[in-house]
């Protein structure tokens, strides 16, 4: 566990925390005024390696040979200059900060977005640390700035050596409950309790799909993609990329891959080469099967989102009486569903796509430099 303290006194900025992966979502924009939840677990951070935050220079300014020491090998809209590490906690979870009012905190909708600089202050010494965002339809964190505050071990030198992350099969066993369910009620910003509320496929699913949707079309080096028919996998992925990609043969397809599956499913056959494999929810790790024996490319997804494909919450068609049958968790009905198909986030699938080698090629570039037409049809 470990606590951040000021560079400039010393004084602890927050509870004790504990590392663990930066969420695929941490900088989705989701919507128009929608009311986002907390983005980090309470009592954990995560770090973001790459440089975020003010200033930024837009793609026009920066030479391809400089973009691509940074690893960014396609247009994006604006690369940020700041120092990489910011880390990113909850709220909740802040020690001795005031706000900055008079700080130019970037947002103003419907609270702060921290695209101007920090606009949280050490509440004992005055230096600038962090930047609360909390405006509409981004979710609500604190970034600390990684130039005003250090890591220190709680309790001496030696308590900062943390307990090894779980296994794959400690996460399996106690992985009732880290379920991402792919729908959820989304609510508008200030809207009062049962007013704009609806059923929408959840954020985070669109985002782990933006990810996961540019590391397919990078593996399919222009070729056809199927995956597996019915169920939620097709739902999430295949309209896009029966979209984005040429039909019939050759194909290449996709296969489940994990943890608790059937070794068959890791190990496709001549025609597949692709993987959807979880990542780990404390080290960011992709799982890789037994004997390093698999597909050419695994193409990552949140442990949550995996497991919802991996392993589908299954309902009962009526509620059960009696004793509950063995193996059936719920009796209720099913959540409702969304009224449009699946959208992957397209602010996750340009900032993935740009920063994967493939992008250099002319077919993905003409993608990401003209994605409006995919938004208008609904595929993002």
Known sequence: MFVFVCTGCGAELTAPLAPVALPVHAHQK???GIQLPVLME???????????????R???????????????????????????GAVVIAPGDVRGTVLLPDARGGGYCCGLDGADGPNMACEACGLAVASRVDDCSLWQAVWLDPDAVRRRAVDGAGAGTDAAPLSWAELMEAREGKRTPPFEPITTWAARPGQRRWWAWSPQWEAAAGRALAHMLAASEGRAVRVPEGGLTAQVFQRALDALLPAGPPVRRVLLAGPGLPARDAVPGADAGILLVPDHPQTGEIWTPAGGVGATHSVPLPFGVWLGLAFPETH???????????????????????????????????HTLARLPAARSPWLREILGNITPYMQAGLF
């Open 58 to 84: 837009r793609w026009q300014e920066i030479r391809p040979e400089e973009a691509a020491e940074r690893g960014v090998y396609g247009p994006v809209e604006v690369l940020s200059d700041g120092t990489p």
């Open 42 to 56: 309470p009592g954990t951070f995560a770090v973001e390696p790459e440089p975020w935050g003010p200033p930024w």
């Open 30 to 32: 989701y919507g128009n």
């Open 316 to 350: 009962l068609p009526v509620p059960a009486s009696g004793v509950m049958p063995g193996g059936v968790l719920r009796d209720d009905p099913p959540a409702p569903r969304p009224r449009y198909p699946f959208r992957a986030d397209p602010g996750t699938f340009r």
